[in-house]
C-alpha cells in the first residue's frame, strides 16, 4: 500500500505541472481568438451602385474594411452633389466611417479650381502639422489632407492620445473632416462627423 501510494505522489508529481501547461495553452488560445479583429461589412458595390443610379458617375468609393472607413473620391460639379453622394454612403455604411474626399469643381472653372484645392489642402497641411508640434503630439502621428479631409494614421500610446490628436485637427481652419485611422491596440476608425 505504502508503495501505491509514493507512485501516486510521483504521479502528481508530473501531472500537475502538465496540467498547468495544458491551462495556460487553452487560456492562450481564448484570448488569442478572442483578439482577433472582425471586419466590417462590404457596402462598396452598393454605393456605387447608389451613386451611379443618382446620376454620381465621377464619384469613387474604396472601401478598408479592417479599419472600417469608406472613401469617397473623384469630383462632382457642386456642393449639393459631394453632400449628396456623402449622404448616400452614410446611409448605406453602417457603423464604419464616411470619408467624404470628394472635390468640388465647377465646370467653367475647372483649371482654377483645383489649383485652388491643393493649395487650400497644401495650406492645412501646414496648420496641422503646426497644430500638432505645437500641442507636443506629433510624435507618430502622420496625416494625409485631401479635399479639406484630413486622415489621421500612425501608432499613438492611449486612446486618450488618439482623440486629442483628433481634437487639435479638428480645430485646424478650412477642416472639414477628420478620420482618425490612428492606431491604438485594438480600435477601429472614428470621424469627427
Known sequence: MLAGLVQLQGNMKILKPCLTVLALLLAGTLVGCSATATKSPRVSDNIRKSLDAANLKNVSVVQDRDNGVVTLGGHVA???????????????????????????????????????????????????????????????????????????????????????????????????????????????ATSSN
Do not use: F
Open 78 to 188: 457642386a456642393d449639393s452633389d459631394k453632400a449628396q453622394a456623402g449622404s448616400i454612403a452614410k446611409s448605406m455604411a453602417g457603423d464604419q466611417v464616411v470619408s467624404n474626399q470628394i472635390a468640388v469643381i465647377p465646370p467653367a472653372s475647372a483649371s482654377d479650381a483645383k489649383t485652388m484645392n491643393s493649395d487650400l489642402d497644401q495650406g492645412i497641411a501646414k496648420n496641422v502639422d503646426a497644430a500638432l508640434i505645437q500641442s507636443g503630439i506629433k510624435k507618430g502621428v502622420r496625416y494625409d489632407v485631401k479635399s479639406g479631409v484630413v486622415t489621421l494614421t500612425g501608432e499613438v500610446g492611449s486612446e486618450t492620445l488618439r482623440t486629442q490628436v483628433q481634437t487639435v485637427a479638428s480645430t485646424v481652419p478650412n477642416v472639414q473632416q477628420v478620420v482618425n485611422e490612428l492606431q491604438v491596440k485594438n480600435q477601429k
